[in-house]
């Protein structure tokens, strides 16, 4: 074979290498999660959610075995018309039933009956929330720092560290004033024992050596 027939059969063979080497024969991984806040409503039977500030309802599905469904018809016993939740998961298409869509949920963050809601101004500036009640407390972790909210005290503002741990526990620390502050979350279902709100997230306080528990939950500067 000539040096010129000899080229032209390795320049031929050139796109098929390359092709070889694009292609890793792995699938694409799903989109990732959306993550939203809104207002749930009961109609026919479905969970219609409406965005904040939008108009567009959509029919909420649970992914994980209808978790969702369930504490949302607990919580809106007794009367109550609508919830407040706070969700991660797939915009999908038509589902019918008036709806704009379905909305596939895959992590609850926070589900409520009272409180602020999509009024609720702080939230895109917090890291995390926390609260707990007798004594009530809560610890907001955002843009201001760590701040620590009790009733006849005025709101306390400090530094803090923060540390994840192996098991995905994690810490808050601070120590400012004479105060030694401890504040840690683990990834658990927590039920507020006083409103019924339900957080992904339970929360440990320990301020002066004294321990008290409750409920967290990301806010909109952490999934």
């Excluded at 999660?33 to 009961?42: F, S």
């Excluded at 919830?83 to 298409?93: H, K, M, N, R, S």
């Excluded at 610890?139 to 741990?165: I, M, T, W």
């Excluded at 507020?192 to 909109?220: N, P, W, Y």
């Amino acid at each position: 074979m000539s040096i010129t027939r000899s080229l032209f059969a390795t320049l031929a063979l050139l796109p098929l290498v390359t092709a070889c080497q694009v292609y890793s024969g792995k699938p694409e991984g799903p989109p990732p999660a959306t993550r939203l806040q809104g207002e749930v409503q009961v109609q026919n039977g479905a969970l219609l959610f409406t965005p904040c500030q939008e108009q567009r309802r959509f029919i909420l599905i649970d992914d994980g075995g209808g978790a969702i469904e369930r504490e949302a018809i607990s919580l809106l016993a007794g009367g109550h018309t609508n919830l407040f939740a706070d969700v991660a998961g797939q915009l999908g298409g038509s589902q019918g039933q008036g709806s704009d869509g379905r909305f596939e949920v895959s992590r609850l963050y926070h589900l409520q009956r009272e409180g602020q809601g999509c009024q609720d101004l702080n939230f895109k500036r917090m890291t995390l929330r926390a609260s707990g009640n007798e004594p009530f407390w809560q610890v907001e972790v955002g843009s201001k720092g760590l701040v620590l909210n009790r009733p006849d005290h005025e709101p306390l503002a400090l530094p803090y560290l923060e540390e994840q741990l192996p098991d995905e526990r994690i810490s808050f620390s601070s120590e400012a004033n004479g105060q030694r502050l401890e504040l840690w979350v683990a990834p658990q279902r927590c039920v507020d024992d006083m409103s019924g709100a339900i957080s992904h997230l339970t929360a440990e306080l320990r301020l002066d050596g004294k321990v008290m528990r409750g409920c967290a939950q990301f806010g909109g500067m952490r999934n």
